[in-house]
């Protein structure tokens, strides 16, 4: 499968601030990217080169065949971008945006009213379509913003925070177009800070702090270099406690951890569910009465914290959106 996205070396710099420092990624045509990381890592700027919205101070990229700089003309025909910094006319209503862009990219009039009816409809826009977006809320500009960058279709398509500030619904329906998108064949690259869309749409992550990435691979890839599952119990004495620590300890690759007033323990394992149907064995063999069981898998969370040293929403918390 040849790459619709290739980014080598990537450096840019604000005065002192380093934005980007030596980025690099490659997306196979087909797929979904994932850049993944905490406020000022550097994704807004990725996005920004790669969308020759902004020129790198060292390295190079290419979309969809086409170099960012030296063919940023005829790129912006093949991409669509949504994100951070996407305009958004104000005084004209939700419908006549979208219309503006169908014509930018030259459909016919009557197409591209049909187009922003669709996309409007999609997005749950319909009836605030021919009001001024001057009116709209923050989650209806993003669904608006979003709206925008489908218009055409385009084979490549760039996502800044796609779902930051929608609400569960949105989300969950923005979820859906981009998995039909990318099954008619579009390449996403999308940013994130959240994990779990990561996790969920992305066919590879990289994890990205201080402008480059520092780990590359699918979630499970990524849980892995993390380490293990655990097996979580919860039991109804503390006499109980005890007997689960005997008898799993020929299970356990690793300390176990026991919260005694809370009757819980936990045990490192390998082999995730298989594990989980041995131990649940073991327990009712020796008439151990288990209150709660269950496997957990280290989040993208526990990832980035491991990464990094510091937890992905840290910086997140303090920022005001
Ligand atoms: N126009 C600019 N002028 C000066 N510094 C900038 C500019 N744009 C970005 N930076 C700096 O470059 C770094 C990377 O910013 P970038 O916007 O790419 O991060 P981000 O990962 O998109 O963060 P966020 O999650 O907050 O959107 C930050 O330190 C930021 O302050
Ligand atoms: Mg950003």
Redesign the pocket.
């Known amino acids: 499968m040849p790459d619709a996205i290739v980014a080598e070396g990537l450096v ?1 710099k ?2 002192d ?4 420092d030596g980025m690099e990624l490659t997306v196979p045509e087909g797929t979904v990217f994932g ?1 993944l ?12 080169i790669l969308t020759t919205l902004l020129k790198p101070d060292a390295g190079y990229a290419k979309v969809a065949g086409l170099d960012v700089v030296r063919d940023a003309r005829r790129l912006r025909a093949h991409i669509g971008v949504s994100g ?1 910094y996407a305009a958004v006319d104000d005084h004209l209503t939700g419908a006549e945006n979208l219309e503006m862009v169908g014509r930018l990219y030259h459909l016919g009039v009557k197409r591209a009213k049909q187009r922003a009816r669709e996309l409007l409809e999609r997005f749950d826009l319909t009836e605030a379509g021919d009001r001024p977006v001057q009116g709209y809320s923050g989650g209806m500009r993003r669904r608006l913003d979003l709206a925008g960058a489908l218009v055409v279709s385009p084979p490549v398509l760039f996502l ?2 796609p779902t930051t500030g929608l609400d569960p619904r949105a989300r969950a329906s923005l979820w859906d177009v981009i998995s039909e998108l990318v099954a008619t064949g579009t390449t996403v690259l999308l ?1 994130t ?1 959240y994990m779990e869309e990561a996790d969920r749409l992305a066919d590879r992550i990289g994890v ?1 702090d201080h ?1 480059h990435v520092i780990a590359l691979g699918t979630a499970d890839e990524l849980k892995d270099q993390v380490g293990g599952d655990r097996i979580e119990l919860s039991v109804t004495s503390v006499a109980d406690l005890a007997a689960v620590r005997r008898t799993l300890a020929p299970l356990a690759v690793g300390d176990m951890q026991v919260d005694a007033p809370a009757l819980r323990v936990a045990i490192p394992v390998t082999g995730g569910a298989t594990a989980l149907t041995t131990a649940l064995g073991h327990l009712i063999a020796e008439g151990i009465a288990v209150r709660d069981a269950g496997l957990r898998r280290p989040t993208l969370d526990d990832v980035f914290l491991t990464l990094t040293g510091h937890e992905a929403d840290e ?2 918390k303090e ?1 005001v959106r």
Do not use: C, M
Not at 17 to 20: F, K, W
């Open positions: 840019k604000y005065g601030v380093v934005a980007l850049l990381g905490p406020n000022g890592a550097g994704k807004t700027t990725t996005v920004r951070q800044d925070e940013t800070q990205v402008g910086k997140i920022t």
